[in-house]
């Protein structure tokens, strides 16, 4: 039995093939189509999958897409005409992909993949729910999704329980927790869909000084962690922008321009809004366990990805444990559609060891043998040296050490957007300068943003304050107490950015400015080859930890191919790149020809 799940047309479009209750493919669209956040068909994704489980749409049993396209097209026409005649000009911006594609779904299916058999439409969160729970290690569990909005709700709850799904109560557009954090995306100067993660970044280095505001003015918080916006203070259901002219004056201004200075008032907005945010997932956490008496938690939604968050509901011991799907936004829509299809619409039998989860690791992208790159190498005139089984990660430890910016190529590609060792660009996480490196002239990006540490899941507790395994990097613990260093009193009377160069621990590299870091363990099981090179640094430095970010710069997905990874590789600073066993040296590389400006190519925000 052989099912595929599609995402698409709102962003980070999607495809997954499952087979008799297994996962044998995921990956997004702008891994193929080199698009960021890609929102159309994923046509070249579906391909992916189809060829990785060596099958044809012919050969498809059930097609399940990720949310109900007349549903969500009914809550546009009645916002639409809620906020009449303002919202004219959305609609009218909206209406043709609507009208051409959107609720044509199933002839678009039909046409695109050459599927003529039975497809499936779970509501939005019944397919972020099912993304939770069927993969997690749980015989029954909690669930909570929150997001921006599906077709009308914005969060659920519910339980589930060996095959079945049950969702209980949902939050409904237009008050919604994802469009709130979203809101000051947009106001502080970041791209909504794809900035969210700078605001939660930023966060540390601002004073929660407008909490009250959002409090007191934007929303009106219940215990149970729901809540109803003031709509007088957004835009989003009648406008192009997120915030209205009451927002702005609320917060003294207009919003930032992208691009320009972040100021103090940016850094206490993304503190303020962060710990909205983790208030009311704390109270909707504990909402739930009183409601069901569950003793773990799985979590999706886009709002799942904020790791401070999930770590502070995790530490705060409402649940014994949680489980957060590693694509928690609208790309794991496209499994967890297949999967409620599987279990609930199929009716197939689930089991778990309790031990492990169904993801693989999230390895589900696809892989290049080393003779294939090898081949390519050689066709191309690239210089390379091939190491011996045993040697790579000798070797990619001794660069480590000598404090070298490696790209590593590995495995099968991660679904989501974490980099876990497969498409990662590494670094020694004990270097005092290894951040502002890897920001200003590997990763182009903004100088404030945090790096995460990939440490030996049998580590994680000599380094961390965190006793069990994060395999997803979507849990921020604390640097143990131990390893941190105190500041001087003239450090302590920094503000902002400035706190940014003062190292805060003996592994400065990945210690944010609040003493936090975002942790991924590796284990031997998922990631063998990426296990046993940081095993191989600890031997040499006596740290089972380095520092680990995606395998692209800012504005560009992450690497899919090797010929992806060579042009990062050769258009940044980076020194090193390990493609499977072949090592590439940025000294020994002829110039890359390639007349134009790579970042004119890229939407660099």
Not at 66 to 83: G, H, M, N, S
Request: charged share 25%; aromatic share 10%.
């Amino acid at each position: 039995m052989q099912i595929l799940g599609i995402s698409a047309f709102y962003h980070d479009s999607a495809a997954c093939l499952v087979r008799d209750g297994k996962i044998v493919a995921a990956a997004q669209e702008e891994r193929f189509s080199r698009k960021k956040h890609d929102h159309r068909f994923p046509r070249q994704a579906i391909e992916y999958c189809l060829h990785e489980g060596g099958t044809t749409a012919a050969k498809i049993d059930h097609v399940a897409f990720y949310d109900k396209p007349w549903l969500k097209f009914e809550r546009l026409l009645e916002t639409y005409l809620a906020f009449a005649p303002a919202g004219l000009p959305s609609f009218l911006k909206a209406m043709p992909l609507w009208l051409k594609e959107k609720l044509w779904m199933g002839e678009l299916i039909r046409k695109q993949v050459g599927f003529d058999g039975h497809m499936l439409y779970p509501e939005h969160h019944q397919s972020h729910a099912g993304s939770a729970f069927f993969p997690s290690p749980y015989q029954r569990a909690a669930v909570l999704t929150a997001d921006g909005v599906g077709e009308w709700a914005t969060a659920s709850w519910g339980v589930g329980h060996d095959n079945r799904l049950e969702l209980r109560q949902e939050l409904q557009f237009p008050h919604s927790l994802g469009l709130l954090y979203s809101a000051f995306t947009y106001y502080t100067g970041f791209r909504v869909n794809s900035g969210e993660y700078k605001i939660m970044g930023l966060a540390p280095y601002g004073e929660p000084r407008y909490k009250k505001e959002i409090l007191e003015h934007l929303m009106d918080l219940r215990e149970d962690g729901s809540f109803r916006l003031d709509m007088s203070y957004f835009n989003y259901c009648q406008g192009l922008t997120m915030t209205s002219d009451r927002f702005s004056e609320l917060f003294g201004g207009p919003p930032r321009e992208p691009e320009s200075e972040l100021t103090q008032k940016e850094m206490d907005l993304a503190r303020s809004v962060q710990e909205v945010t983790e208030e009311v997932m704390l109270r909707m956490a504990r909402h739930v366990r009183r409601e069901t008496g569950e003793r773990y938690l799985c979590m999706a939604g886009g709002v799942a990805l904020n790791c401070v968050a999930n770590g502070k509901i995790l530490r705060e011991g409402i649940f014994d444990d949680i489980w957060i799907q590693p694509a928690a936004g609208d790309a794991g829509g496209a499994l967890g559609a297949a999967l409620y299809t599987w279990y609930e619409y199929l009716d197939n039998p689930r089991e778990v060891d309790g031990r492990r989860d169904g993801q693989s690791g999230s390895y589900l992208g696809p892989a290049f043998p080393s003779a294939q790159i090898e081949a390519w190498l050689r066709e191309e005139g690239i210089p390379y040296h091939k190491l011996e089984k045993g040697e790579r990660a000798r070797v990619a430890a001794e660069l480590i050490e000598a404090e070298k910016v490696l790209g590593h190529f590995c495995g099968r590609m991660e679904f989501g957007p974490r980099a876990l060792g497969a498409r990662s660009i590494v670094g020694d996480a004990r270097s005092v300068k290894m951040q502002s490196v890897m920001n200003l002239k590997i990763k182009y990006r903004e100088s404030f943003r945090p790096f995460a540490p990939s440490c030996r899941v049998e580590d994680v507790s000599e380094l961390f304050e965190l006793d069990r395994p994060s395999p997803y990097m979507l849990l921020v613990a604390p640097v143990r107490k131990e390893r941190r260093k105190s500041m001087t009193a003239d450090e302590e009377k920094l503000f902002g950015i400035a706190k940014l160069n003062v190292p805060r621990s003996d592994v400065p590299a990945i210690t944010h400015v609040d003493y936090s870091a975002r942790i991924q363990t590796v284990s031997a099981e998922d990631h063998p080859e990426y296990h046993e090179m940081i095993s191989a640094f600890k031997e040499r430095t006596g740290y089972g930890v380095v520092v680990n970010t995606s395998f692209n710069v800012r504005g560009e997905p992450i690497v899919c191919t090797p010929q992806d990874a060579y042009r990062c590789f050769m258009r940044t600073e980076m020194d090193v790149l390990f493609l499977e066993n072949l090592v590439l040296y940025k000294e020994e590389q002829p110039e890359l020809e390639d007349d134009v400006d790579w970042r004119e190519e890229f939407d660099l925000d």
